[in-house]
């Protein structure tokens, strides 16, 4: 009986002691934290891993007013974005790449590519310019469109919370325009998410008509 006791309480020791080390070593991963930022802000986030530096990716649904219920319906309003501004650094400018691909149900698919920018260094506002080449109307014989673009997105702060706005045009007479203003939340250091409000404009060819969705937009961010 006593060796149990004994035994019992070895193992109890050992586990302990076990787990003390794992925590010691989970610590040396703490994620830096970002100027101004505080890091008791975020207490319910556990440890994340890293981007590289200049990565940001995000995913983003706007729907209409009429917000559809069924998610497979929902997820036609989004868009996916990746922007990489690490890549090389032009009279003090952070310059990379970035890539997108959206979709409006039923009205528009449009992909775009193109050279991003940090304009301060900061990740407060970024400008993309490059090529996009979409797809307007109700048809799908409606020939796809190669056309320039331009996006702005800027954030007021690094602070939690922050307000955030973003548009984007292309250069072309079948012409596409959005814009989003809202605010948003600071998760943890890599996880932002933003709502707001969204306004899109695009020609329909075959219908001889500007289509304009308006809606509110959400946007979940994952990099720095």
Do not use: C
């Amino acid at each position: 009986m006593a060796a149990g006791a004994f035994m019992l309480a070895v193992g109890l020791f050992l586990a302990a002691d076990s787990l003390a080390q794992e925590a010691h070593y989970a610590s040396s991963y703490l994620m830096p934290t970002l100027p101004g930022s505080n890091p008791q802000a975020f207490p319910f986030i556990l440890r994340e891993l890293t981007p590289p530096p200049g990565l940001i990716i995000e995913m983003s649904v706007a729907p209409p007013m009429n917000v559809p219920t069924d998610p497979y319906d929902l997820g036609k309003y989004g868009r996916v974005s990746v922007d990489y501004t690490g890549i090389a650094s032009f009279d003090g400018t952070e310059l990379g790449v970035a890539a997108q691909a959206l979709h409006v149900a039923h009205h528009l698919l449009f992909y775009s590519a193109g050279i991003s920018s940090d304009i301060n260094n900061d990740g407060m506002f970024l400008f993309t310019v490059g090529i996009s080449h979409y797809q307007s109307g109700n048809s799908r014989a409606e020939p796809f469109v190669d056309a320039p673009f331009i996006r702005l997105r800027f954030q007021s702060s690094p602070d939690n919370i922050f307000g955030y706005s973003e548009i984007e045009t292309t250069m072309h007479f079948r012409s596409y325009i959005s814009g989003m203003v809202g605010l948003g939340i600071r998760l943890s250091p890599m996880v932002r998410m933003i709502g707001g409000f969204h306004h899109t404009e695009f020609v329909m060819p075959t219908e001889r008509l500007v289509q304009q969705v308006n809606g509110l937009e959400g946007i979940i961010s994952w990099g720095l």
